[in-house]
């Protein structure tokens, strides 16, 4: 427990530094939010009331301060666009990304866990070709290509799913899933390729090591070896990757949410650096790099708990 | 803990197929027909202002076509008609409108619409922080003469008025919900037009209802309309085909072609009353010289810009007007046909015979990449050699602000009245003169145009300037985009429009 409060507090600098540099970097970026706001007929002095009332001729420090004072109050800002809460704005569009995430996420476990397994305990055999081939594909077809093709055979042509958008999932259940379930597999898809692989080589790795030999000398049935012995400790690297690929999940949907027209938080992100939304852009960046280090810490303590040889002790050691 | 990972997977897998059965069983039987009363637009862009007062974005209007009635409308064939008002008298001197109110029309929220709804919006347009400002700049005063009749005083004879008042400047919105909660109102618009305003969801869709009291008599047609947020072209195109959505408002110009015979739905193509083009940056020192920039003009192969970036579906064009405006001349917009000679020839006079280098800057829209690199091409013909710098909108307008470019593809959407395609494009100091062009005589014929009220008057005014911007060429006229729609055939009532809009109060799904 201790340990985890100090991991969360070494978190506290990391957010800090991100919020910094996401701060910095907009600043760079050429175009000037009013000047994006009032568009083109806009004339010269309206920009400039704009830029007045928007804040923007306050000095960087002071603009950076009253953002992060804000933030720190669990106040997120206010749309530089339309001025709407950017607490709303991501409390809307942040289930669909998580939904969408998760269900990536779960649909590549579904895949990669049995194809990985499966190839490791028979290597080289029909099997084990046929896996390969299927995360070969996995990793060369582009997802947006394949999401588009999935569009077409269940949407266009067959007519049982819709083709895009969104339904949340409390207006009503059975629209969610069905809107949901072909960027969920596209997506997935992509993601268990990686994962196969992985899981496959870390099953082989444990497969040649020595208890595994005495556990088969001892004439253990396979079953009990793979799944009671070698699955445990295989899965410290499948964790790992596990771990990065959902947290990638999270911020970077966008390709998906754009084929199939899903409104959610990778969107948010492009839409409002697109409209020059500092702030908007600023506060859900950093709602993002709190997640990847939420996840961060879940992989910790999910290592401790596949494997007791890792103490969460010694590693803060 | 042997056994739990076989335990979850034989249970997780199972369960994850009934889920998908389940819901491919559900949508088998409920895809298909959903009751018809529901009307889906998709729209090619979020609507970021729904206010009339803050808009500035094209894709607004198309909203503001359902949730607000204008003073005046436009019919298809481009004549102003009564909406909101019933009729209106202009004065003989052009200082005095005024007009005769529809009357027992109320607002969504139950506001009863009068002269003084009237007022009180065309008086909040005129606001320093409003984006109509200029539309209205003209009017004086705004006098309510009776509950139904309002007098719009002028300081100078304006023309574009009516035509203005077509579009956001004429739109009423509620004043009991705009004095409520002003900073609200542009995510919750109250007017009174056929459809109200529910709810919406941001970057996914915006959800109106009936007007049951509208004032034109049976309309309109539908219970719900739907426009529904679909940023790509094609995405839209399969959601038009798998009937997710009954119109789309851009068509994916290469599956144009392709689409012609389709059984579900048609193509509508129309020309826009917009232009593309180059604007060259006077103040330049490389497009100082009227010769470099005519040289330019006569490069160029329109037909097969078009034909290459645009699939054929556009116009050629060489003038700020297209077809759709009275004020058009065929003879002015007629593509030039390529002239390699005369381009070197000129070139040469401008003492440039061995050619010079410039950076364009472009959006990041496919469409626009590629008439730039046509131009390209076209352009190493007379040695000129154009570098293509990419930069999202935003940052383009800025620096096209600034004068900080040397060349730039920025396009206009179009205004009804020709002065809204000239005035702010090519007089001295204009807001959109990113060309820095400046001519005496053309300030001088702008300015006199707009205070005429005779049309054929003023269509003289407008093409003898159009005729001396192509002595001029501040602006390299490119081509006018056309307004190209995918409508279902289970649609009915809908008539395109010269300003391009959808006006859906007579539109009838089948």
């Given at each position: 427990m201790k340990i985890i409060i100090k991991r969360i507090a070494a978190a506290i600098p990391v957010l800090f530094i991100v919020s910094i540099m996401v701060f910095l970097m907009l600043q760079l970026l050429p175009g000037d939010p009013a000047t994006v706001i009032l568009g083109q007929e806009a004339t010269p002095e309206a920009v400039e009331a704009m830029r007045e009332q928007l804040g923007l001729n306050q000095p960087l420090l002071i603009q950076y301060l009253h953002w992060l004072g804000n933030v720190l109050q669990g106040?997120?800002?206010?749309?530089?666009?339309?001025?709407?809460?950017?607490?709303?704005?991501?409390?809307?569009?942040?289930?669909?990304?998580?939904?969408?995430?998760?269900?990536?996420?779960?649909?590549?476990?579904?895949?990669?866990?049995?194809?990985?397994?499966?190839?490791?305990?028979?290597?080289?055999?029909?099997?084990?070709?046929?896996?390969?081939?299927?995360?070969?594909?996995?990793?060369?077809?582009?997802?947006?290509?394949?999401?588009?093709?999935?569009?077409?055979?269940?949407?266009?042509?067959?007519?049982?799913?819709?083709?895009?958008?969104?339904?949340?999932?409390?207006?009503?259940?059975?629209?969610?899933?069905?809107?949901?379930?072909?960027?969920?597999?596209?997506?997935?898809?992509?993601?268990?390729?990686?994962?196969?692989?992985?899981?496959?080589?870390?099953?082989?790795?444990?497969?040649?090591?020595?208890?595994?030999?005495?556990?088969?000398?001892?004439?253990?049935?396979?079953r009990t070896i793979l799944f009671g012995h070698a699955l445990k400790n295989a899965m410290i690297p499948v964790i790992t990757t596990s771990g990065i690929m959902l947290a990638g999940l999270l911020g970077g949907l966008v390709i998906t949410e754009t084929i199939f027209n899903i409104p959610g938080y990778g969107k948010l992100i492009i839409d409002s650096v697109f409209n020059r939304d500092f702030i908007t852009v600023q506060s859900a960046i950093l709602v993002s790099a709190v997640f990847v280090v939420v996840v961060n810490i879940a992989v910790d303590i999910l290592y401790a708990l596949v494997d007791p040889r890792i103490r969460l002790g010694k590693e803060g050691a | 803990m042997k056994t739990s990972w076989k335990k979850i997977t034989s249970l997780l897998l199972p369960g994850i197929l009934a889920l998908g059965m389940l819901s491919a069983g559900c949508g088998g039987g409920k895809s298909s027909g959903s009751g018809g009363k529901t009307i889906n637009i998709a729209l090619h862009q979020d609507p970021p202002k729904l206010d009339p007062m803050m808009s500035t974005a094209f894709v607004d209007r198309m909203v503001f076509q359902s949730v607000f009635d204008k003073l005046v409308d436009l019919d298809s064939k481009g004549n102003i008609v009564p909406m909101l008002a019933e009729k209106w008298e202009i004065s003989p001197?052009?200082?005095?409108?005024?007009?005769?109110?529809?009357?027992?029309?109320?607002?969504?929220?139950?506001?009863?619409?009068?002269?003084?709804?009237?007022?009180?919006?065309?008086?909040?347009?005129?606001?320093?922080?409003?984006?109509?400002?200029?539309?209205?700049?003209?009017?004086?005063?705004?006098?309510?003469?009776?509950?139904?009749?309002?007098?719009?005083?002028?300081?100078?004879?304006?023309?574009?008025?009516?035509?203005?008042?077509?579009?956001?400047?004429?739109?009423?919105?509620?004043?009991?919900?705009?004095?409520?909660?002003?900073?609200?109102?542009?995510?919750?618009?109250?007017?009174?037009?056929?459809?109200?305003?529910?709810?919406?969801?941001?970057?996914?869709?915006?959800?109106?209802?009936?007007?049951?009291?509208?004032?034109?008599?049976?309309?309109p047609k539908a219970d719900t309309l739907v426009y529904k947020i679909m940023t790509d072209g094609n995405v839209?195109?399969?959601?038009?085909?798998?009937?997710?959505?009954?119109?789309?408002?851009?068509?994916?110009?290469?599956?144009?072609?392709?689409?012609?015979?389709?059984?579900?739905?048609?193509?509508?193509?129309?020309?826009?009353?917009?232009?593309?083009?180059?604007?060259?940056?006077?103040?330049?020192?490389?497009?100082?010289?009227?010769?470099?920039?005519?040289?330019?003009?006569k490069a160029l192969d329109r037909n097969a810009i078009v034909s290459v970036a645009l699939s054929g579906v556009g116009t050629p064009a060489h003038s700020a007007l297209s077809k759709s405006s009275w004020a058009y001349d065929e003879a002015l917009d007629k593509a030039p046909a390529q002239d390699i000679e005369g381009a070197k020839k000129l070139l040469a006079e401008a003492g440039k015979a061995e050619g010079f280098s410039f950076t364009i800057q472009t959006d990041t829209d496919p469409i626009s990449q590629q008439v730039c690199q046509v131009i390209q091409k076209q352009l190493k013909t007379?040695?000129?050699?154009?570098?293509?710098?990419?930069?999202?909108?935003?940052?383009?307008?800025?620096?096209?602000?600034?004068g900080d470019f040397e060349a730039a593809?920025?396009?206009?959407?179009?205004?009804?009245?020709?002065?809204?395609?000239?005035?702010?494009?090519?007089?001295?100091?204009?807001?959109?003169?990113?060309?820095?062009?400046?001519?005496?005589?053309?300030?001088?014929?702008?300015?006199?145009?707009?205070?005429?009220?005779?049309?054929?008057?003023?269509?003289?005014?407008?093409?003898?300037?159009?005729?001396?911007?192509?002595?001029?060429?501040?602006?390299?006229?490119?081509?006018?985009?056309?307004?190209?729609?995918?409508?279902?055939?289970?649609?009915?009532?809908?008539?395109?429009?010269?300003?391009?809009?959808?006006?859906?109060?007579?539109?009838?799904?089948?």
């Open positions: 106040n997120l800002g206010q749309s530089l666009v339309d001025g709407t809460s950017v607490n709303d704005l991501i409390a809307e569009r942040l289930p669909a990304t998580l939904e969408l995430a998760f269900g990536s996420f779960l649909v590549a476990l579904l895949i990669a866990l049995p194809c990985g397994i499966l190839s490791a305990a028979r290597p080289n055999t029909v099997i084990d070709h046929f896996c390969t081939f299927i995360s070969l594909i996995g990793m060369s077809i582009p997802h947006f290509w394949l999401g588009m093709m999935c569009i077409i055979l269940f949407a266009v042509e067959l007519g049982i799913l819709p083709a895009s958008g969104y339904v949340p999932f409390f207006d009503d259940p059975v629209e969610n899933l069905k809107t949901i379930i072909l960027p969920v597999v596209a997506t997935g898809f992509r993601e268990s390729a990686v994962l196969t692989r992985m899981v496959r080589s870390s099953m082989l790795e444990v497969m040649q090591s020595d208890y595994i030999r005495t556990a088969k000398a001892k004439g253990l049935g396979e | 001197d052009g200082k005095k409108y005024t007009f005769h109110l529809r009357k027992g029309v109320k607002f969504h929220d139950g506001t009863e619409f009068n002269a003084e709804a009237v007022k009180f919006n065309l008086e909040r347009y005129k606001q320093k922080k409003s984006n109509r400002r200029n539309e209205l700049k003209a009017v004086t005063a705004v006098k309510v003469i009776d509950p139904y009749t309002v007098e719009l005083d002028l300081d100078v004879p304006y023309a574009p008025l009516l035509a203005n008042l077509t579009d956001r400047a004429g739109m009423m919105c509620s004043p009991t919900a705009v004095k409520k909660d002003e900073d609200k109102f542009l995510n919750h618009p109250v007017g009174t037009g056929p459809y109200a305003f529910k709810e919406r969801s941001k970057g996914n869709r915006i959800v109106l209802v009936k007007n049951k009291d509208y004032w034109k008599k049976d309309s839209a195109l399969v959601n038009l085909k798998s009937g997710q959505v009954d119109m789309i408002n851009r068509f994916p110009l290469n599956e144009v072609k392709k689409s012609q015979n389709e059984q579900s739905f048609a193509v509508i193509n129309e020309p826009s009353p917009g232009f593309k083009g180059i604007v060259l940056n006077t103040a330049n020192e490389k497009f100082k010289d009227k010769r470099v920039r005519q040289a330019i003009d007379i040695n000129i050699d154009m570098q293509i710098q990419k930069m999202d909108f935003g940052t383009l307008l800025d620096r096209g602000k600034k593809t920025i396009s206009w959407s179009g205004r009804m009245d020709p002065d809204g395609n000239l005035y702010d494009w090519f007089h001295t100091g204009t807001s959109m003169n990113y060309m820095k062009y400046s001519n005496p005589a053309v300030d001088e014929l702008l300015e006199k145009a707009r205070g005429l009220t005779d049309q054929n008057q003023r269509k003289g005014m407008y093409q003898q300037i159009m005729a001396q911007l192509s002595e001029d060429e501040p602006y390299i006229f490119l081509y006018h985009d056309n307004n190209v729609f995918g409508l279902s055939k289970k649609i009915e009532g809908f008539v395109p429009n010269p300003d391009g809009m959808i006006r859906t109060v007579d539109m009838m799904k089948k």
